[in-house]
């Protein structure tokens, strides 16, 4: 049982910087691998960053590659994502997520937050 809840979300301009927080119950969040989805209107959910159990090996989409870093507090029970050089194109809702597995595919991911919204003007 995983409860999350994403703050952080806001308007930036162009070239700014956001840094998503995500808070998870429970005391086995470690046991968990941690994502980060986001969805524009009009568009399916998309992959954007993950992070494994071990904290050590982490994943990106190609789209934000160079500028989002995500990691994870485990004494906190938080996941975080930097995000950095914003662009228009990331005006989002920004989710996280939580498995047992890493994963870059939303469908695998057994709890999710209820999305902060990321709105980038140019």
Do not use: H
């Not at 808070?23 to 941690?34: E, K, L, N």
């Amino acid at each position: 049982q995983v409860q999350l809840v994403e703050s952080g979300g806001g308007l930036v301009q162009a070239g700014g910087s956001l840094r998503l927080s995500c808070a998870a119950s429970g005391r086995t969040f470690s046991s968990y691998a941690m994502g980060w989805f986001r969805q524009a209107p009009g568009k399916e959910r998309e992959f954007v960053a993950a992070i494994a159990r071990s904290e050590t090996y982490t994943r990106y989409a190609d789209s934000v590659q160079g500028r989002f870093i995500i990691s994870r507090d485990n004494t906190k029970n938080t996941v975080y994502l930097q995000m950095n050089s914003l662009n228009p194109e990331d005006t989002a809702v920004y989710y996280c997520a939580a498995n047992i597995v890493i994963s870059l595919r939303a469908r695998d991911y057994d709890y999710w937050g209820q999305g902060t919204q990321v709105t980038v003007s140019s």
